[in-house]
T-cell receptor, first 116, second 114 residues
Framework: AQTVTQSQPEMSVQEAETVTLSCTYDTSENNYYLFWYKQPPSRQMILVIRQEAYKQQNATENRFSVNFQKAAKSFSLKISDSQLGDTAMYFCAFVPPGAGSYQLTFGKGTKLSVIP | DSGVTQTPKHLITATGQRVTLRCSPRSGDLSVYWYQQSLDQGLQFLIQYYNGEERAKGNILERFSAQQFPDLHSELNLSSLELGDSALYFC?????????????FGPGTRLTVT
């Protein structure tokens, strides 16, 4: 069974600073997709960034970037120039397309607080 | 706005009752997923439908069932409700194949069982 582990239940960062959220996963699949979702206080789940396992280049979306280490099964999220609106729960998620269905397996989440 | 709609936003009901949660996927998306978010279990996959057919089941209780209609909207039926069923229920949709497996979530339905 695939598992996703986020070892940091809570983190805080000063506004305009950089923060990195950790995620590790366990799978025997070779091809898969990884995602970071953001859940602000409104509870809406918002897709932040996506990484395909077959791509060596790390994904980047504006202030958000990932550090994908396939051999280590690690997928961390870096948020640069943190803004108050980044305050949210962040969930790492995994999809192994080869399994025949594409449901997301989520980690427990990291609660990020951006401090003014 | 993800384009996925869910109704109702909030639902308060008593133990033993039955409720129906509704989801309309993004235009063009054929797959609908249901997830449950609770404090103790986190985010868990319940069930997936693709173009009207059940594709996968996760940790869904026998008291729960779902279906996807010809217009692609989906309903999640929860019966014989217990206090532990109180949770946030999300619907997500995606277009497959070739979608990079991105799922877009609705705003959720907050279910409170008293």
């Amino acid at each position: 069974a695939q598992t996703v582990t986020q070892s940091q239940p809570e983190m805080s960062v000063q506004e305009a600073e950089t923060v990195t959220l950790s995620c590790t996963y366990d799978t025997s699949e070779n091809n898969y997709y990884l995602f970071w979702y953001k859940q602000p206080p409104s509870r809406q789940m918002i897709l932040v960034i996506r990484q395909e396992a077959y791509k060596q280049q790390n994904a980047t979306e504006n202030r958000f970037s990932v550090n994908f280490q396939k051999a280590a099964k690690s997928f961390s999220l870096k948020i640069s120039d943190s803004q108050l609106g980044d305050t949210a729960m962040y969930f790492c998620a995994f999809v192994p397309p080869g399994a025949g269905s594409y449901q997301l397996t989520f980690g427990k989440g990291t609660k990020l607080s951006v401090i003014p | 706005d993800s384009g996925v709609t869910q109704t109702p936003k909030h639902l308060i009901t008593a133990t033993g009752q039955r409720v129906t949660l509704r989801c309309s996927p993004r235009s063009g998306d054929l797959s609908v997923y249901w997830y449950q978010q609770s404090l103790d279990q986190g985010l868990q996959f319940l069930i997936q439908y693709y173009n009207g057919e059940e594709r996968a089941k996760g940790n869904i209780l026998e008291r729960f069932s779902a279906q996807q209609f010809p217009d692609l909207h989906s309903e999640l039926n929860l019966s014989s409700l217990e206090l532990g069923d109180s949770a946030l229920y999300f619907c997500a949709s995606s277009v497959e194949p070739g979608s990079h497996y991105e799922q877009y979530f609705g705003p959720g339905t907050r279910l409170t069982v008293t």
